[in-house]
Nanobody, 125 residues
Framework: QVQLVESGGGLVQAGGSLKLSCAAS????????MGWYRQAPGKQRELVAA???????TYADSVKGRFTISRDNAQNTVYLQMNNPKPEDTAVYYC???????????????????WGQGTQVTVSS
């Protein structure tokens, strides 16, 4: 079964740095889109950054110049380098990917949107 597993969250001081990772595992044929979203208490989930298989990136205005998204296609992994985080970046961060792959019954599926379990990032002032 294809799944996404995030790691790297935790407590960081404002102005520090933190790197999140998200690895996709299972019977994967191709991953087109990978992105990071976040959800703070009482707020809607929002896009933080996204990257295509070709390397094109998109960032929320609030993180431009501070966060960098990258991916290792060979390892089916996406990263989020968080530099100079601010207290308002505190949230649960979720990985999302559009995956082509195979179910446990060897049935092929296309563009299935998968989510990771989320990792807490807390930025202290």
């Amino acid at each position: 079964q294809v799944q996404l597993v995030e790691s790297g969250g935790g407590l960081v001081q404002a102005g520090g740095s933190l790197k999140l990772s998200c690895a996709a595992s299972g019977s994967i044929f191709h991953i087109t889109y990978m992105g990071w979203y976040r959800q703070a208490p009482g707020k809607q989930r929002e896009l933080v950054a996204a990257i295509t298989s070709g390397g094109s990136t998109t960032y929320a205005d609030s993180v431009k110049g501070r966060f960098t998204i990258s991916r290792d296609n060979a390892q089916n992994t996406v990263y989020l380098q968080m530099n100079n985080p601010k207290p308002e970046d505190t949230a649960v961060y979720y990985c999302n990917a559009d995956v082509d792959g195979y179910d446990s019954g060897s049935r092929f599926f296309e563009r299935r949107s998968l989510w990771g379990q989320g990792t807490q990032v807390t930025v202290s002032s």
